[in-house]
């Protein structure tokens, strides 16, 4: 059985088949609407979400499965001080697949250790976003028609994204990806990100604060918010909240041919003149993220595919 913690738990060759299977399903939707008819998925959130739990339900039931879940911790048995793991033995009574956000780093990983059912790590605390990896390189994939040869610029809160600290974690396994990595001093990449994935493997990046001097050489600019809630204090929260805003003046400085994206939700770092300019992805992000996660709904349940 196996679960998704990170998105290094997928060689490249799996993910490409990972991609290629999201491609077709949005291809050829009818012939995937009944193959989950008798499972279900148990969408456990300790956190809120909009994108990655609907994405999750919605992929679900266009495979004809069905959904069970809570989306606050309030709401579950954790209010009353259940465990984790605990958790996970139940739900793996009534469901066949779960995906689990939690605030804490590392606590999907509990719980697929417990878990009879495979586990999705649908974002832990400031740590890992694998899905959103996976949303991601479809977007890119899909785009631009490669995921190598590629420069990408990060921009904003890079020490406490956790898609960002995913997406650089899966895009270093490409050739010719160059990141630039646009943050207050505050916000940089935390060091492990720093010097165990990008040094260790040996992929160029420049560090930079002012988003104009990379936008123009970029071919993906992926922007994100600050992270409030992962903030110690509101003050430095005020501070850098609006450190970025792109809109159609800086957009002027981009090439023709490059991409917004943005995880979502936005709050004021894209303004929303940028969104009826056609290099404005984010939204057909978020509908890439139902296919890929059908995909890999039907890769852990290892579903017999059509052909
Ligand atoms: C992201 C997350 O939850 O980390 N959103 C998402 O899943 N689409 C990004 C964010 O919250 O800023």
Excluded: W
């Amino acid at each position: 059985m196996r679960h998704l913690m990170s998105p290094l738990d997928f060689s490249v060759e799996e993910l490409d088949k990972l991609l290629t299977l999201a491609s077709d399903i949005e291809k050829n939707p009818k012939k995937y609407a009944h193959i989950c008819d008798d499972k279900r998925l148990a969408t456990c959130f300790y956190e809120p979400s909009t994108r990655t739990r609907l994405s999750f339900e919605a992929a679900m039931m266009n495979l004809g499965g069905k959904v069970l879940g809570f989306s606050s911790a309030d709401s579950s048995s954790a209010a009353k001080g259940e465990s984790v793991a605990d958790t996970i033995r139940v739900v793996s009574c009534y469901a066949d697949i779960c995906a689990m956000r939690h605030p804490k780093e590392g606590a999907p990983l509990v719980a697929s250790m417990y878990s009879s059912i495979p586990v999705i790590n649908a974002g832990d605390g400031g740590h890992q976003h694998p899905t959103q990896t996976l949303t991601d390189l479809l977007t890119i994939r899909s785009l631009k028609g490669r995921l190598n040869n590629l420069t990408i610029g990060l921009c904003g809160d890079l020490k406490f994204g956790r898609t960002v600290h995913s997406l650089i974690e899966a895009l270093v396994r490409y050739t010719g990806i160059r990141f630039y990595l646009i943050s207050p001093e505050e916000l940089r990449v935390p060091s492990y990100i720093r010097e165990d994935v990008l040094n260790r493997n040996h992929v160029s990046y420049t560090e930079v604060e002012r988003l104009e001097e990379a936008i123009p050489e970029l071919d993906i600019l992926y922007m994100t918010r600050v992270q409030r809630e992962r903030f110690f204090n509101e003050e430095d929260y005020v501070r850098m909240k609006d450190f970025y805003v792109l809109d159609k003046a800086k957009m002027e400085l981009a090439r023709e041919d490059m991409f917004v994206l943005h995880p979502l939700p936005r709050v004021n770092e894209i303004s929303v003149e940028v969104d009826n300019d056609p290099r404005a992805a984010y939204f057909r992000q978020a509908q890439y993220g139902v296919y890929v996660r059908m995909a890999l709904i039907l890769t852990l349940l290892e579903v017999e595919l059509p052909c």
